[in-house]
């Protein structure tokens, strides 16, 4: 079994930074990528970050330059440094990787999501 445990949410002001941490824990092989999302309230889930295990990382357009994704290969845990934080940032943060339970079987995990809020 694996599970994916997000922490570092919490409430800031706009323009403050916050890390976000997501640790995986279980039966891991091997970790293919791992990921950052959000959801607002009354929105879908969208993409904030996404880091391979060949190191080619993305990013949601509305955080480019204000977010980096990185990793700790050693502790399996990524986090997300979230920089200029605005309140549109406002959202549950969930966690996510794609990885291999075995050499051959690949699954998708979720974490339980974190409250990010940015307001004054």
């Known amino acids: 079994q694996v599970q994916l445990a997000e922490s570092g949410g919490g409430l800031v002001q706009p323009g403050e930074s916050l890390r976000l941490s997501c640790a995986a824990s279980g039966s891991i092989y091997s970790i293919h990528a791992m990921g950052w999302y959000r959801q607002a309230p009354g929105k879908q889930r969208e993409l904030v970050a996404t880091?391979?295990?060949?190191?080619?990382?993305s990013y949601g357009d509305s955080v480019k330059g204000r977010f980096t994704i990185s990793r700790d290969n050693a502790k399996n845990m990524w986090y997300l440094q979230m920089n200029s934080l605005k309140p549109e940032d406002t959202a549950v943060y969930y966690c996510n990787a794609d990885l291999f339970v075995t050499a051959v079987v690949l699954n998708t995990y979720w974490g339980q999501g974190t409250q990010v809020t940015v307001s004054s």
């Open positions: 880091l391979t295990s060949g190191g080619s990382t």
